[in-house]
Every structure is written in C-alpha cells, then in structure tokens.
Nanobody, 125 residues
Framework: QVQLVESGGGLVQPGGSLRLSCAAS????????IAWFRQAPGKKRQGVSC????????YYADSVKGRFTISRDNAKNTVYLQMNSLKPEDTAVYYC??????????????????WGQGTPVTVSS
C-alpha cells in the first residue's frame, strides 16, 4: 500500500524558513516523480515543485522560484522542500503526491495517483 506522510509544517514569521518532509513507502516501480502542492483557504490546490528520478531538471512554480528548493534522499525514500524567505502568501496546507514522473505538465493535479494528508504552514508575524 502506497503511503505518503508529510511533516515539518508550522508557524513561522515572514522571512523565515521551514523544511517540509515527505516520507514515502509501499511503492512499486513506476512512481518516479514526487511533487509538492499547496492549498490556501478558499483557493484551488496548486503545484509548488516536482522532482523526478532521471529527469534533467526540477520544476518550480514561478511564485516560489529562488526561494524554495526540492530535493530527495532515495536511501530514506524521502523528498524535502526547503522553504526560505517565506511570505504570508505562502500560507497553505502543503501536500506531497506521486506520479510516474514530472515533465513539463507536472502541475496538473490529475497526473498524481497518491497523496499525503497534508501539513499546514502559516506565515505570520
């Protein structure tokens, strides 16, 4: 059974940093891409970043480029999202999800088969 578990969310002041973790288990072959999405209150879920095994690049939403960094530790089956220079508009529940890969359409929600339960991030003074 595929399971994704997010952790690391919390309350942080503007300009601060957080590192989210997504621990994956129960995978069979074929799920090489793991992405982070976020959903703010009253808004649609949107893609934040995606990392895929063997892909030439990682993908980021324009709103987080230069501030967020995605990485993975294959030995631990864990994907991380390092979030720096956080802004109030980054406040949301953050979810990780998995697909066959990322690709240029990585932000399409229907591409992802498995989702975690989410971890809340609040950026406020």
């Amino acid at each position: 059974q595929v399971q994704l578990v997010e952790s690391g969310g919390g309350l942080v002041q503007p300009g601060g940093s957080l590192r989210l973790s997504c621990a994956a288990s129960g995978f069979t072959s074929g799920y090489n891409g793991i992405a982070w999405f976020r959903q703010a209150p009253g808004k649609k879920r949107q893609g934040v970043s995606c990392i895929g095994i063997g892909e030439p690049m990682n993908y980021y939403a324009d709103s987080v480029k230069g501030r967020f960094t995605i990485s993975r530790d294959n030995a631990k089956n864990t994907v991380y999202l390092q979030m720096n220079s956080l802004k109030p508009e980054d406040t949301a529940v953050y979810y990780c999800a998995t697909a066959e890969g990322c690709g240029t359409m990585w932000y399409i929600i229907s591409n992802y088969d498995y989702w975690g339960q989410g971890t809340p991030v609040t950026v406020s003074s």
